[in-house]
């Protein structure tokens, strides 16, 4: 494998409860990968879930990836003190009518979900009303334009993401 100029790997986990088997074979993954590159490797802790997340789990996972050897490069990103960052990104999005407040539950998406090659796929049924977004769903305007990546294992993967 050719290494990746300026690759940065990140393992995100959230703090629900002890790290688990799985988690740590994802966390392994990714730091071999970035470490392969030459690249750098963070962790972001995932603790927005207010109702479920307990800072004792944060140290907890942070003690077990140092236990096994998984030193990450610079500080732990912790995302509810990024907050104001997210705020402000949402009001550019707001601004540039990026996106849309949708009053659907997801049984009603489902219901009318068109079904695409990978499954359903939401109808865009709010993308044009002028809901007001507090207690809705917001969602991101589209277009179909093709987006593509080159992933290491698949090869080329392109997506229009409306069909």
């Not at 688990?20 to 392969?36: I, M, Q, R």
């Not at 990836?65 to 995302?79: K, M, S, Y």
């Not at 044009?128 to 090869?155: K, L």
């Amino acid at each position: 494998m050719v290494p990746i100029m300026g690759y940065i790997g990140r393992f995100a986990p959230s703090p629900t409860g002890p790290l688990h088997f799985g988690s740590l074979v994802a966390a392994l993954a990714s730091y071999l990968d970035a470490k392969a590159n030459n690249g750098k490797w963070l962790v972001r802790i995932e603790d927005i879930d207010e109702t479920r997340c307990d800072p004792i789990f944060t140290t907890d996972i942070l003690r077990t990836l140092q236990a096994f050897g998984l030193q990450w490069d610079g500080e732990v990103e912790i995302q509810s003190k990024r907050k104001n960052l997210y705020d402000v990104a949402l009001q550019n999005l707001r601004a540039n009518r990026s996106i849309y407040a949708c009053v659907c539950s997801r049984k009603e998406i489902a219901d009318s979900a068109l079904f695409g090659l990978e499954g359903p796929v939401y109808p865009g049924t709010c993308c044009h009303a002028g809901n007001a977004e507090a207690g809705n769903a917001i969602r991101v305007r589209t277009s179909n334009a093709c987006i593509s990546f080159m992933d290491h294992v698949q090869g080329r993967i392109e997506q229009r993401i409306q069909s």
